[in-house]
């Protein structure tokens, strides 16, 4: 039997980014009876336990890191990460422990699976980080780069970029490309005869959508202001953007506040966070989804747009270009309010090409499901465990 630990402090509460992939990857190991009797997975919670029903599955043993006689001692995800989980992973006798959070704790000794991008490099290195944060990326995420057994790479272009960045080699890191969430799929898949009602107060194809974390590299702020230079000529049109604000210090809620002023109306409506039905509404309903990010290791909100037959909005890059080929409107100048709106008028008028894109989603997207990632984790840890 092979023991794999997974951390999994991401998925207690609201799920961005590191949650969605470790999320993802435990939904598909529950649908995989199979499994049982080569694996255990034991799964390392900070605080609580999520109620998803398919953590139910005997497959998973489910632990709170910290032990119940300390529960009155101050807490921190840094305790959590580098000392009680590790020290619950000793005594379980895992084998492998997989960290999809960037950083491999210096108290671990046995094997490791960490997940590592570029735009982690780039964000340990930038002065929009909270100092903290940088300080804990310098040193964990190298010692990472340096000592874990195998690392994790999201996309190709990310794992020639971390090999660089990092000066790992290239036998060490292995790709292993995202999936695009079920429901997301299922929609691709079906007909679009109900695409014009929604249950939601917007009208269908009135707003260009934005979501995910609100990093300085993903350009929230230009294309706020790019919203701005045409939301004359497209007077019904709404911009919202859904998400945490990720500047330092934060920005987004007064600009949304300072252009809605200059608008005379709530053109641009901020969300910080949905549920996955209102998602699910918000994504088959845009006109657009925006996300011209310049420094992403793969980028899911694009490429769910595309499964909800929704043309994305995208920075020119060597990864979109992996990734989606043609099927986007490209920026070629991320940070130029001017360039982002001159694309999302495209994007508004071109119905043509629009089309174009949105037809090829379906073969774009089966290229990503969380089946052929969870089958490469597995095959690695599986790799790993036997000493290959």
Known sequence: MIKIGIECESIEGESWGVGRVVKNLLEEISRRPELSGQFQFYLYFKERIPDYAFLDNQIFIKKITRPGWLSFVPFSFNIHYHIYLIARA????????????????????????????????????????PFRYRLAYNIFCRWAALRATRIMAISETSRQHVARLFGIKATKIFTNYLGI???????????????????????????LLFVGQAFPRR????????????????????????????????????????????????????????????????????????????????????LEALA???????????????????????????????????????????????????????????QYTWKAHTDKFLEVARQIAVGN
């Open 308 to 366: 909800y037959g929704t043309a994305p909005i995208i920075a020119n890059t060597t990864l979109t270009h992996e990734l989606f080929h043609d099927s986007a409107f490209f920026v070629e100048r991320a940070g130029s309010p001017d360039d982002i709106a001159k694309v999302m008028k495209e994007a508004l008028t071109d119905t043509a090409k629009r089309q174009r894109i949105i037809d090829s989603g379906k073969h774009i997207i089966s």
């Open 181 to 207: 969430e079920q429901s997301r799929r299922q929609w691709a898949e079906s007909s679009k005869e109900n695409e014009n009602t929604s249950p939601s107060s917007l009208a269908p194809r009135h707003y």
């Open 90 to 129: 000793y005594l379980d006798g895992v084998s492998t422990l997989y960290f999809a959070n960037y950083m491999l704790p210096m108290l671990w000794f046995k094997k490791s699976i960490v997940m590592l991008t570029d735009d982690v490099f780039y964000e340990m290195n930038s002065s929009a980080v």
């Open 219 to 302: 350009h929230l702020k230009e294309s706020l202001e790019a919203f701005e230079k045409i939301a004359p000529e497209f007077p019904d049109l709404q911009f919202i953007a859904v998400g945490g604000d990720k500047y330092n210090p934060p920005i987004v809620d007064a600009l949304v506040g300072h252009i809605n002023g200059r608008l005379g109306s709530e053109r641009i409506i901020r969300k910080h966070y949905v549920t996955d039905e209102e998602l699910a509404e918000l994504f088959k309903n845009a006109q657009a989804v925006v996300y011209i990010s310049t420094k992403e290791a793969f980028g899911l909100p694009p």
